[in-house]
């Protein structure tokens, strides 16, 4: 399957980027084409709530940024891994703007499976994100193959590791 990850995380060397490298690594590992894109570090606007993409646009967005570049990754990726830091109680500014951004094309036309991947440095933090996550995959009508959360004392460890290849199987 075509996995596309994207990670949110300006730490480079981060918790959730070694998340989301640990799955990358292990859906390679299981026969999986993966793309790995670190959206922290791409200049992608909010939606302007314009319509543009609904009338004059064909479903293209008048903006003109680095989310041109994730659009046709989106389209083709059959599975979408959202890894995100969790820093007050919701997914981050860096993952919540290529996810409203699919606005104009209402869904990826061919994800079938998600998954999410959160840290934090704090405990019981991840109920907003999850939430969401679960609303996305109800709205695109795609499964949830899994979640996995690393508190403070959970990062980099081989638990979660664990955890997170054990997601990878669900795909």
Not at 28 to 46: F, Q, Y
Not at 88 to 110: G, W
Not at 142 to 167: F, H, L, P, R, Y
């Amino acid at each position: 399957m075509k996995v596309l990850i994207l990670q949110a995380s300006p730490r480079a060397n981060g918790s959730t980027a070694w998340m989301a490298e640990v799955y990358k690594e292990a859906a390679e590992a299981a026969g999986h084409e993966v793309t790995l894109v670190n959206v922290s570090r791409k200049k992608i606007a909010g939606c302007l709530a314009c319509e543009y993409c609904h009338n004059k646009g064909n479903g293209a967005c008048i903006q003109k940024d680095d989310m041109q570049e994730l659009y046709p990754l989106m389209a083709e990726a059959e599975v979408l891994v959202l890894a995100a830091p969790i820093y007050y109680f919701t997914l981050n500014a860096q993952i919540q703007a290529p996810i409203q951004r699919m606005y104009c094309v209402n869904k990826p036309a061919k994800v079938q499976k998600m998954a999410l991947l959160m840290s934090s440095y704090s405990p019981g933090v991840y109920d907003g994100a999850t939430a969401e996550y679960r609303d996305i995959c109800n709205y695109w009508g795609t499964t949830d193959t899994g979640i996995v959360t690393a508190k403070i004392d959970e990062q980099k460890t081989e638990e979660t590791k664990s955890k997170i290849v054990n997601i990878v199987g669900n795909l």
